[in-house]
């Protein structure tokens, strides 16, 4: 039997030893190092040297799980295990000199989540949890903000970046939000959003164009924090479904009416 607490431990600690190699390389990056792989997907020689360090040292933890990581630097596949990494969530602010971004690493049985760590790494802040564990932030237990209604929220969003086939019904969401509640913010990494909604700063999140590694750690977090999260239908498609919504549990109903009916 896996002890997923005493492994989510041992990935918190490699998450931080990732961070310290990100935050090394951040005032040596060049415009030259920066490579892009589709419409305004960008990526350094840092992501792919923090996912290659990750993969080993996971590989140590439980040599039996295979990856689906972004920089594709593995390409065992575990039958039961597969860890799911993001090495580096934000890149455009990381290329930019930026301070919000992250490491994102979540561990997949079959096809349920047991554990996830998100490391904010400019503030030092690891948000992690395992199968029936609260959500912590540092040692300290975190959970969901207790506001009730989205008029009083303050949302997050990611703005669509290479697929605008949607871009209409964003724009109708995100003027409803603008008029309705108590603001926006796009931070730049959408596991530190997650992380966010779980700890209670914000109350919601959503965006479309997303990718397993972009969510399936904060997405675990947030519902081990007593939050809600979904594809923009109510549905559980969020990880590969490349849409998600994720709420307090107060205002979830609310957001999801709203994200039906401006995505129909
Ligand atoms: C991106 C960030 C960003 C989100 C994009 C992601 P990357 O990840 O999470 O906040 O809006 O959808 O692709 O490319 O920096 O790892
Ligand atoms: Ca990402
Ligand atoms: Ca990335």
């Known amino acids: ?20 190699f990100i935050q090394s390389e951040v005032s040596k990056i060049r415009y030259t190092d920066i490579e892009t792989k589709g419409l305004n997907d960008f990526v350094t020689y840092v992501d792919k040297t923090s996912e290659q360090a990750l993969v080993k040292s996971l590989s140590e933890i439980l040599p039996e799980a295979g990856f689906i990581a972004e920089e594709n630097t593995s390409d065992k596949k575990g039958e039961i295990y597969n860890w799911i990494i993001d090495p580096l969530d934000g890149t455009t602010n990381f290329i930019h000199g930026l301070p919000c971004y992250s490491i994102s690493i979540a561990l997949m049985k079959n096809n349920k989540i047991v554990l996830g760590v998100v490391y904010e790494i400019n503030q030092d802040e690891c948000f ?29 969003t990611g703005f669509p970046y290479y697929d605008y086939s949607k871009l209409d019904n964003y724009m109708d969401l995100f003027r409803h939000f603008l008029k309705n509640s108590h603001g926006l913010r796009r931070l730049g990494s959408a596991a530190v959003d997650l992380a966010y909604v779980a700890c209670g700063r914000f109350e919601g999140f959503y965006e479309y164009g997303l990718r397993p590694w972009d969510v399936a750690a904060g997405a675990f977090i947030v519902q081990q924090a007593g939050g809600k999260v979904s594809d923009f239908k109510g549905g559980n498609n969020y990880i590969f479904g490349k849409e998600l919504i994720a709420t307090n549990s107060s205002i979830f109903n609310e957001f999801l009416e709203l994200s039906q009916k401006y995505f129909k």
């Open 1 to 20: 039997m896996i002890n997923y607490e005493e492994l989510c431990i041992k990935v918190c600690e490699i998450s931080r030893n990732g961070g310290r």
């Open 128 to 156: 992690y949890a395992w199968e029936g564990s609260n959500a912590f932030l540092n040692n300290q237990i975190v959970k969901v903000s207790s506001i009730s209604t989205i008029s009083s929220s303050l949302l997050a």
